[in-house]
């Protein structure tokens, strides 16, 4: 299962989720930092596992199993630790609750459809979409403890509605695609 290179580094972005989520318990500017930059290789793993995938022809179902996951626990953890931590409040809320909502919604929709041997692929919008998740958890990690001059939570706020509608919309392509599917 982990004999590829690929799926070790799906396998690597869920075991550093843990240490990203400690140093955003530790209310310190190295810790935001080090939290920003162990978040942001993890985001790299992202793409580069499917490269490598691609690349060494070693798609496998286990990396096809494991990626989605790999994406949401990081995605979801932290936007739960910054809504927790006060990073995201107020209004900014709600594109974070969009994204959890539809998280949830879409694994329910793709084993739905595995159940009746129907596979959705990944849209390149939706992939647009956890890029600009990224980058808006990025700079909310970071935050506070941005120099002065990056507005880094205005741009990060910024970021995560822009993501927030693009998860309404991949959420509703995953419908529209699921929905013929359903029978009583």
Known sequence: MLNSLANKLTFSRILVIPVILI???IHASWAAWLALVLFVLAGVTDWLDGYVARRDSQVSSFGRFLDPIADKLLVASVLLFLVNNGQ???LSIWPAVVILLREVAVS???EFLAGVR???P???LAK???TIQIVSLSFLIVGRYAPDFIPATFIGDCCLWIAGGLTMFTGWDYWRASV???QN
């Open 122 to 124: 990944v849209s390149q």
């Open 23 to 25: 140093l955003l318990v």
């Open 118 to 120: 129907v596979s959705v």
């Open 180 to 182: 013929r599917h359903f």
């Open 88 to 90: 995201i409040n107020g």
């Open 108 to 110: 329910g929709l793709r």
């Open 128 to 130: 647009w979409k956890t």
